[in-house]
Every structure is written in C-alpha cells, then in structure tokens.
C-alpha cells in the first residue's frame, strides 16, 4: 500500500489521512464543490473534485471515485464512515478494479448487512438473539401468526435497514397490519427491499457494542466495549467506555459472543458486534445480538483513548495483508472515555441543522481531553451533510473524573457563526440519571421530550460586545514586571460559554 484514496469528508477524513502519514502512505482527499476549501483537501498530497456538492452526485458516485483513485494511481480506499462505507457493491468494485478496500470483503458486508441473514448466522454460532421471526416466509398470513405468537410490545424491522427506517413499534395487535405495510413501504423506499423481522420489543434496554478486529490469518480479537444508550431518534450522541453497568462476568461472556459473531463472518478488519442489553428488576440482565456495523465507527476514539491503540492505523496494517500484532490476552484497558457529538443543529427549531460560517471556533486543550474535527475558523457548514462538526472525547482514571472533565470542556468549547446541540449535551451530562450510570435508550425520550435551551443572545451581538472589549478596555497593570495587558474576552471565563 503506498497510495490510498480516502472516499469520504470531514473529520473522519482528516483522521485517516493522519494515519497515512504515520505509516509512510501517501494520502489522496476527494471533494466535492461544496468542500473545495476544506481542511481534509489542504492537507492531503492530492485532491480530486468528484461532482456536485449533493452527496448522490460525489460521495455516493462509485465511478467517480474509482476514476479518482486510477487518476492519482491509488492502490487503495479507505471508506470512512457513512457515505458507502457498508455497500458491498462498493467493496466489489474496489476488488474487481484491483484496489484494496480498506474494510471487510463485500461478501461479508451482503451478508451482515443483511439483518435477516446476519441473525440465522449468529444463531447457527450460538451468539444469543432476540426472540422473534427472521425467516423466509414473508407472506402477510405467516407474518401475522408470528406477531400473534411473539405477543406486544412487538417490534418490526426492515432486513436491509438502518437508522430507524423501516422500524416500527407495536403496542396494540389491531395495529399490526396497518404498521406492516408502513415499515414495508417505508424499508422499499430507503432499501429498495421490504422484506421484515420481527422481534420481542424490550423497553427498559441498553445499546452496548464491541470492538472487534480480525485479520487475514484467522484472528479476532475484540477490544472491549462501548455504551451508546444515550440516542435521539436511534442516533448516539453520548458514546461511553467502559460501561456503567457491566459486570465483570457479564463483559466477558459478551466480549467471548462478539469473537464468535466475527469468527462465524469470517470477519477481518475493523467492525463492531451491537447488542441489546435488557435490564431486569431480578438484576439477571441479557444480552442479544443487534447487528453488526461493518466499518469504523464514529465513536472510535473511545476505544483508542482507552487501550492506546490506533484503529485507523491497524485497519491500514491489516489490509495491506499484515497479521495483528497482539494477541487478546495482550489488550488493556485503562481508565474512563466518554465521546460526545457536537453538531451545528439549532434545539429550539427541533434540532434542525444551523448551517452558516464558523466565526469563532476554539476547540477545549488540555490534559485528558481530544477533539476530532474537520473544520477550522472560517469554514463554511453547508446543508447538503450530516451536521457534525466534532468529536470531543474525554478520559479520567473514573467515570466521575472522566464526567468532570467533560463539563468542563463542553463549558469552554467556543463556537460562533452557527447554533450548536453545546448546551443540549451539558444538560445530558448534568442529569442525575445519568451521573449516576442508570440511564436507558429510552432516556432522552422520558426525561427531554420537549427540552428547550434557554434564550441567548445574538452571533451579531457576542462579536460587538467582543469587539468593543477588546478596543474599549483599561490595560490592567501586572505588578510582577510593571508592564500593561490588556485583557481579552478569551481570558474571560464565562465570556464565550455556552453559545
């Protein structure tokens, strides 16, 4: 591997091309025309414009991808995240162009990716699954009878889906039909597939997943766990390590089921085993196989932060044919991590995303704490992707020092020009609940239906009132040298929080 070609934007993307640098790889940006001056483009050894600054036409054209990579004479892409990161036709064509693709085989992404199929191979390897239907037999009669069998609440779910699409909840069998047809039509628009499962729905739940990694040797280890129980409308937003409510033998039986799921896909490169975890008034708490995401993920910081470990540069290692250079008995954990996403989205108009240029942005320094990013002051936040600016991760000895920590970042995370979820993720951090490690999936629904920021002023009034700080006041004197200073609104305290 000498040349690789990062198919994707932003954070993630300058977070790869990082890597290449650590390992003597030449990296190759690809933009589209709405992201001609972003950071990942200045800092690559190349850069190609593949379209229009619509998605459809640049980041999801395999073609114009592949003809980037031939252009700059790429040997390999790496997906990121998002975008195609988990399309097996993307997979294929990078094989069949003689490219290395930096993730799974295409084979094991059609196969996991495939919700019905992934849960038969996971049951066929003893890996524990949600009690419900996953078969072949897609007919309204038999779909009907297994509903009637499984009882309410019931959940259905599109075998191809994601994200919440194609999923709906049953809370009163008269409804089953009607809400058939609507996860079906809803699954054909998104996935071009209709096809369903049907699962027993456990309300009081936790969203805990694994790290796993294989290689081309047969290996496959797994790299401890992570919480994501915190989403809004099935998106993490709170990712945590390790998490608040494991025991010592519930982590290893789960960690011992996710190898399993890897080693029954044949499973090499960088994924994640996800599991639902039920918790139980008898305190017997269960776990069962969700999915597998067959790419790296978003919060994994979290991992890195703990074992001191480079996914992005493993993933390089592992494709270009290397085996792990560890075994599972010589991973460690140390201390606590939790990542947080920070989006240009506006709370009080639903979270809708706040797009604009960045006057201001002062990403927190200091010990235990990194921020991932792919923008920079005066970067423009346009509405045509997701809207995350940032990852900010944190790490402490405790959970406590670890909370502590992000507080206080989150206090001091200067951003200017758009409306950001800051204060939205304080008040999640500040909540007893989850200080005290008891929240749910369902939190965010129970305890901030309706949450509202409290009203702030104006960018266009923060930046005069700056300004005329900055012209208007007194020198202070420093008694130690006789000099004069005169202070800014930076050495303020509370001078740019909570914007």
């Known amino acids: 591997m000498k040349r690789l070609l990062i198919a994707n934007r932003g954070e993630i993307a300058v977070r790869i091309l990082r890597a290449c640098r650590e390992v003597g790889v030449s990296p190759i940006a690809v933009y589209s025309e709405a992201d001609r001056n972003a950071p990942h483009v200045a800092l690559a050894d190349a850069a190609v414009c593949i379209g229009p600054a619509s998605a459809a036409e ?31 036709e993307f997979a294929q064509a990078c094989a069949d162009a003689g490219i290395t693709f930096v993730g799974p085989s295409a084979a094991v992404i059609r196969l996991l990716g495939d919700k019905i199929a992934a849960k038969q191979t996971m049951q066929a390897a003893g890996v524990p699954t949600v009690p419900g239907y996953n078969g072949d037999d897609q007919s309204d009669a038999r779909l009907e009878r297994e509903a009637a069998q499984i009882g309410t609440p019931l959940l259905i779910k599109a075998a191809a889906g994601g994200g919440g699409r194609g999923m709906r909840i049953v809370q009163d069998r008269t409804d089953f039909g009607a809400l058939l047809e609507e996860a079906r039509r809803e699954a054909m628009a998104a996935f071009g597939d209709d096809r369903v499962l049907l699962e027993r729905y456990i309300a009081r739940s936790r969203h805990v997943e694994f790290q796993i990694f294989g290689d081309t040797q047969g290996n496959v280890v797994h790299l401890f766990e992570r919480e994501c129980s915190i989403q809004r409308r099935h998106q993490k937003i709170i990712e945590e390590s390790p998490s608040p409510v494991l025991t010592t033998e519930l982590r290893t039986k789960m960690a011992a089921a996710a190898v399993q799921a890897g080693k029954a896909a044949g499973y090499v490169n960088a994924g994640t085993v996800e599991f639902l975890l039920e918790e139980r008034e008898d305190g017997d708490h269960r776990f069962y196989f969700l999915e597998v995401n067959t790419r790296l993920q978003v919060e994994h910081p979290v991992t890195e932060t703990l074992t001191g470990l480079d996914l992005v540069r493993l993933q390089l290692q592992v494709a270009d044919g290397q085996p792990l250079p560890f075994a599972q008995a010589d991973i460690h954990a140390s201390g606590h991590a939790i990542e947080v996403r920070i989006y240009a989205e506006d709370a009080a108009t639903g979270f809708l995303p706040s797009v604009g240029t960045l006057a201001q942005w002062l990403p927190p320094v200091g010990p235990g704490i990194r921020v991932d990013s792919g923008v920079e002051r005066g970067s423009e936040v346009s509405p045509y992707y997701d809207p995350m600016l940032a990852k900010l991760i944190v790490h402490g000895a405790t959970r406590d020092a670890a909370l502590a920590r992000l507080e206080q970042a989150l206090l001091s995370f200067a951003v200017l020009g758009v409306r950001t979820n800051i204060s939205y993720l304080l008040a999640i951090v500040r909540h007893p609940i989850f200080r005290a490690g008891k929240a749910t999936t369902r939190f965010l629904a129970e305890q901030f239906a309706g949450w509202k920021p409290e009203p702030s002023l104006p960018n266009e009034v923060l930046l005069a009132l700056a300004a005329e700080t900055l012209t208007y006041r007194k020198p202070q004197t420093v008694a130690a040298n006789g000099r004069s200073a005169v202070s800014t609104p930076w050495q303020e305290s509370s001078a740019w929080r909570n914007v």
Do not use: C, V
């Open 58 to 88: 640049s980041y999801l054209r395999i073609d114009h991808l592949l003809a980037a990579a031939r252009q700059t004479e790429a040997d390999a892409i790496h997906p990121g995240y998002g975008f195609l990161s988990e399309r097996a």
